[in-house]
């Protein structure tokens, strides 16, 4: 069964950085899309990055030139650089990943298999 795992959150202060990481198991072949999500109490769950299978990105407009979405194959793992985080960062944020060619990569509803989420606090 697939499973995605994510480490890395934390609390840190505005203008900090930290990187989350989403392990994934359970698949021989590698994801067409993984992504990163975040929601925020009261808030709908916003897309934050993605990359697909040609390691292409893309990026909800609130973080560009902040954060960075990467991914190593080999280890099956994605990741996220965050850096100069803001309080408006603060969120559960969530790994998902799929293999339907050709669906998009931002976009929450194309994903069937989602991490458990890692809680990204920013304090001011």
């Known amino acids: 069964q697939v499973q995605l795992v994510e480490s890395g959150g934390g609390s840190v202060q505005a203008g900090g950085s930290l990187r989350l990481s989403c392990a994934v198991s359970?698949?021989?072949?590698?994801?067409?899309?993984m992504g990163w999500f975040r929601q925020a109490p009261g808030k709908e769950r916003e897309g934050v990055a993605a990359i697909d299978s040609a390691r292409s990105t893309t990026y909800t407009d609130s973080v560009k030139g902040r954060f960075t979405i990467s991914k190593d194959n080999a280890k099956n793992t994605l990741y996220l650089q965050m850096n100069s985080l803001k309080p408006e960062d603060t969120a559960m944020y969530y790994c998902?990943?799929?293999?339907?060619?050709?669906?998009?990569?931002?976009?929450?509803?194309?994903?069937?298999?989602w991490g458990q989420g890692t809680q990204v606090t920013v304090s001011s």
């Open positions: 359970g698949v021989t072949y590698s994801t067409y899309c």
């Open positions: 998902a990943a799929h293999w339907r060619v050709g669906w998009g990569c931002l976009r929450d509803y194309d994903y069937n298999y």
